[in-house]
């Protein structure tokens, strides 16, 4: 063919392709009124009541609500509550409006007063009626408005004022309107900033602009069309982008500025009558690149085309509508007094079509496509009946059905088309419909000759022009087509491989001449030419959930002749006789599959228990489409067709469903997600931020975070996550409106992280805030390094302590090897000393004798009584004060028996608890013995006393005599008294002797317990 010949052809194609494009086009969209949905807060989901009545977002991305009963704040999935009267609490609860400052604050008018709220404080500062700083001029707040300026505005009964940040006051700038009448009312609607820094004030009396510098006021009054009074209430203005101010009034319709004549004149909107419409807020919104006025009135939404004659419909929602807000999303909120509305971005892209009355409550079960016109009219298939559905004009009328008896063609199961009508599979049976002569032709004896079922499944054409169809639990039907000759495939019990009793999944064609079908929990590959077959199983963990959840039960060939296979729970990919898992990456999904579908464009459609998603031929991410059309979550979902021309079908009870799959807006970037508050111990932290100061924590105090993701688009399908870094580095989905928390965490530095990812599988920035838990002063560097100095001056005690007791008790042996050498040395020495006498003496007297031999028994005796006391005193048994007393009483009682003194002993009951150490007693016994021994030897005394007495901390030993005493100052000292007072000495003991002739003799000491 000639170049230019195949050029023309290709053109002539494309402007073709481009007319039928087009066409389609107008009759979706352009022909169409223009329906936008929106989606319906209520109290159910968190506002705090359903009269909505102003709206704002906030720099960090909040939707704050205002209501006839309160605030509230909207994170995108939960509402936060702001009721509280009083002390931190509102002034009242019927909001008028909202506004933020440059510092983050949430400026709330009320009936009753001002109040300003600092969201990282949740402090409320309340302004009332008054006069001077913190006051307002007038209770009720009508309008708040921030300028350009950052400048807080705010409008009352009483006129405009401007807040002044420096002083916390209002500068009033009175405004008269028109009239003195008390009952009409004078206020000031809303304040307007257009483009070229205009100051516009809707008011009670018609239009007014301001000038912020001199203050000088210009008012409209617009020529009214017909007469009520001298009431010209303009509600809102707005500028739309060729710089036309328009506005709203209240019961006279829409105006329009003409500039060049400076004058506000009615504008004639065909088909819509103003007299008894309320205007509430004017705004502007591109749909389909047209710019749209949309105007919220007491009888719903009115959407205008300006660019089109005035073009203009009433849309849902159908509420006394009140105010806008566009989102940095770009989706529309409007207040009602029936909720709050949010626009559903896919308005355009999809809308439901109802079935005729008679079909109102039918299921749509089968969307057959007209084999004459298969992108244009559809048949759907209910148990009622069929119906037409013409794509172009969408509209559905009942389709005319031959007799049916058997009631073949309103149960059909599966069908295929050819030229000559439809080919169909039915719960009743078998047959062939002509749609144009409206000739239906039963064929169920084919099956009932083979089988004593008549339920058929599945149904396709090989490339031997055969029927294959399946029989419930059965077997195969195969049909010849041109003699309608029959044979039955696995239906033999006694082969291997059949399917009787099995339930049937599904079947397909591929090509290459290979039918593929699932059926007795597994797959089978089937041969055209010889039926010869393989059996395949899917490579899942059996023993981990229901088998029914595990066996092939979908089969689906994509465009580019893939093969995918699905049980209800995963999705795998037929590749060289094996299986390979493409979703989900790990584990089960989290729902049913019930149908796998392949559209032209090379998506897959799953229809599921949680409805309807689209993915990719890699299954890389599934979109949720009831999520992105809002869809109520009980809508069900029978039926998916794919006309072409990027439209997708929907049969659902009542309704068929057009979706312009091109005009499904994708999510956008998704915003960081906002810690809106931190709770540790009894402190709050509100909206702390990305760069706040490391919070500090006392050992094992707990922790919170409340999460807000701040994303209004496809919000349903936004999931959080979070991760405590320096902790368990583990990502965890945070769901529901429960707060993060931690508790017993050790001591250290952590890095709390939290993300969001949108509909679209993309991630938002990190969001991070460390926090540290210091160590208990147990485990502080300062603690450890004192303690170890105390155990180091422990150690160094300890050992001084241990060298001081061995030392002093190197000095007791010491002192007792003296104390033996000197004593038991010396009665030795003289013992020895007597021996050498006698022996030196050639002879001695009887007399000499015996006094030598007294002497030595008597040094001997003494030697015993030493050693006998150095023993005991070196016992340490002998510490406790009683068994120093018996020793005591015994010594002194045999001592005194011998020269017949009467012994008095007391203080045994002081000494009872006393604990005395070897050297107190020791030398206090060795005193004590010198003591008695001088007092019987010397003093000639009848009575002896000897007493033992604890005061405090102090052990007083007195030994006192009644004898002939003497003279301290003529007798002089011997040996013993010095010995005494040596002893004495060396336990740190004060030694006094008293005495005096005739008086007796008394020996004090006083010692430490």
């Known amino acids: 063919m000639p170049v230019n010949a195949t050029v023309k052809n290709f053109v002539a194609s494309v402007i073709g392709f481009m007319i039928f494009y087009g066409f389609i086009g107008i009759a979706l969209g352009q022909n169409k009124p223009l329906t936008i949905h929106f989606g319906h807060y209520t109290t159910d989901h968190g506002l705090t009541d359903n009269t909505t009545t102003a709206i704002l977002q906030d720099s960090r991305g909040f939707i704050w609500v205002g209501s006839s009963h309160g605030l509230c704040r909207f994170d995108g999935r939960f509402f936060k509550k702001y009721t509280n009267l009083g002390e931190n609490g509102l002034t009242d609860l019927e909001i008028t409006a909202l506004a933020e400052d440059a510092d983050g604050n949430i400026w709330i008018g009320a009936q009753f007063g001002l109040n300003r709220l600092n969201p990282s404080t949740e402090e409320i500062v309340r302004y009332h009626l008054g006069t001077g700083p913190g006051t307002i001029a007038y209770s009720w707040i009508n309008y708040l408005y921030v300028d350009k300026n950052q400048t807080l505005w705010l409008s009352t009964e009483k006129g405009l004022a ?38 516009w004030l809707t008011t009670s009396y018609g239009i007014m602009l301001f000038d912020r510098q001199t203050a000088e006021i210009k008012g409209y009054i617009y020529e009214k069309t017909f007469k009520k009074g001298i009431s010209y209430p303009v509600m809102s203005v707005v500028e739309d982008s060729e710089g036309n101010i328009w506005a709203g009034t209240w019961n006279d319709g829409l105006l329009l500025f003409d500039e060049t004549n400076d004058v506000f004149k009615i504008v004639d909107v065909p088909g819509i009558s103003f007299q008894k419409l309320a205007i509430s807020d004017l705004t502007l919104l591109n749909l389909r690149g047209i710019e749209y006025l949309l105007l919220t009135t007491d009888a719903g939404l009115l959407y205008i085309n300006t660019q089109k004659g005035m073009e203009a419909s009433f849309s849902s929602p159908e509420d006394n509508l009140e105010y806008f807000c566009k989102d940095n999303q770009g989706n529309l909120w409007i207040t009602g007094f029936k909720g709050l509305y949010k626009l559903i971005q896919n308005s355009l892209a999809f809308s439901w079509i109802s079935l005729p009355d008679d079909f109102s409550k039918s299921m749509v079960y089968q969307i057959v496509p007209d084999i004459r016109k298969p992108e244009e009219v559809f048949y759907l298939s209910t148990l009622k009946g069929w119906l037409r559905f013409d794509l172009r004009n969408q509209s559905i009328v009942p389709k005319l059905l031959p007799n049916d008896p058997s009631h073949l063609i309103t ?9 000559t009508g439809y080919w169909f599979t039915s719960m009743n049976g078998f047959g062939h419909y002509d749609p144009y002569a409206n000739k239906l032709t039963d064929l169920t004896y084919l099956i009932g000759d083979n089988t004593s079922y008549k339920y058929s499944e599945y149904i396709f054409t090989d490339s031997f022009n055969r029927f294959w169809i399946s029989v419930h639990r059965s077997g195969i039907l195969l049909v010849d087509r041109p003699n309608l000759s029959t044979r039955m495939l696995f239906a033999d019990r006694q082969e291997s491989g059949n399917i009787v009793g099995s339930d049937f999944r599904d079947m397909v064609l591929l090509p290459g001449n290979k039918v593929y079908f699932a059926a007795n929990y597994t797959m089978y590959e089937v ?3 010889d039926f010869s077959f393989r059996q395949f199983d899917l490579p899942a963990d059996r023993s981990s959930t229901d088998i029914e959840k595990n066996c092939p039960d979908n089969l689906c060939l994509a465009p580019d002749n893939r093969l995918f296979v699905s049980s209800k729970l995963q999705v795998f990919e037929f590749v060289d006789t094996g299986f390979r898992k493409v979703f989900p990456n790990k584990g089960y999904a989290e729902f049913q599959i019930e149908q796998m579908l392949a559209a032209d464009q090379a998506s897959v459609w799953l229809n599921t228990s949680k409805g309807v998603y689209k993915t990719d031929t890699g299954f890389s991410h599934l979109v949720h489409i009831n999520s992105r059309l809002t869809w109520p979550d009980q809508e069900y979902v029978a039926a998916i067709a794919f006309p072409g021309y990027g439209n997708v079908l929907f049969g659902a009870r009542g309704k068929v469903g057009i979706l312009t799959d091109s005009l499904l807006k994708p999510a956008p970037l998704p915003p960081p997600v906002v810690i809106s508050r931190v709770k540790h111990g009894e402190e709050q932290l509100f909206l702390p931020g990305d760069h706040h100061p490391v919070i500090h924590l006392s050992h094992k105090q707990p922790i919170e975070f409340e999460l807000a993701t701040v994303n209004y688009f496809y919000e349903k399908e936004v999931r959080l996550f979070y991760q405590l870094a320096g902790w368990k580095d583990d990502v965890y989905e945070h769901v529901g409106n429960v707060p993060v928390f931690y508790q017993q965490l050790p001591p250290g530095t952590y890095t709390f ?21 210091h160590s208990p002063f147990y485990l502080t560097w300062w603690f ?26 190197e000095r007791l042996r010491t002192r007792i090897a003296t104390d033996l050498h000197d004593d038991i040395g010396a009665t030795l020495s003289a013992i020895s000393l007597y021996a050498e006498t006698l022996k030196s003496q050639k002879s001695i007297s009887e007399a000499q004798l015996n006094n030598i031999l007294s002497k030595i028994g008597e040094s001997s005796r ?91 901390s102090q052990l007083i030993m007195t030994i006192a005599d009644d004898g002939i005493g003497f003279d301290m100052e003529t007798v002089g000292k011997g040996n013993g008294l010095k010995n005494m007072h040596s002893r004495a000495a060396m336990i740190g003991a004060g030694l006094k002797l008293t005495s005096r002739p005739g008086e007796g003799t008394t020996i004090e000491l006083k010692t430490k317990t």
């Open 527 to 529: 041969s055209e030419h």
């Open 162 to 199: 401007r807040y002044d940040k420096n002083t916390d006051t209002f500068i009033n700038y009175p405004i008269h309107l028109y009239g003195a009448e008390p009952n009409i009312n004078k206020f000031i609607s809303e304040i307007y900033e257009d483009s070229k820094g205009r100051f």
């Open 411 to 419: 149960t059909i199961n599966k069908w295929i088309a050819d030229s």
């Open 753 to 773: 992280r939290t993300w969001q990812r949108n509909a679209e599988g993309v991630e938002s920035q990190v969001t991070e805030l460390m926090f540290e838990i």
């Open 784 to 809: 450890i390094l004192l303690n170890l100095m105390f155990l180091i001056t422990a150690w160094y005690i300890l050992s001084r302590y241990r060298l001081k007791k061995a030392l002093e008790l």
């Open 862 to 952: 003494e030697m015993v009584g030493s050693m006998s006391d150095i023993v005991w005193a070196i016992n340490p048994a002998n510490d406790e004060g009683e068994k120093f007393v018996n020793r005591m009483r015994s010594y002194a009682a045999d001592l005194c028996q011998a020269k017949d003194i009467r012994l008095h002993f007391g203080g045994e009951e002081d000494m009872q608890k006393v604990r005395l150490s070897l050297e107190h007693r020791k030398n206090m016994y060795l005193i004590f013995k010198e003591s008695l021994n001088n007092a019987v030897k010397y003093s000639k005394a009848g009575n002896i006393y000897v007493n033992l007495n604890v005061q405090g």
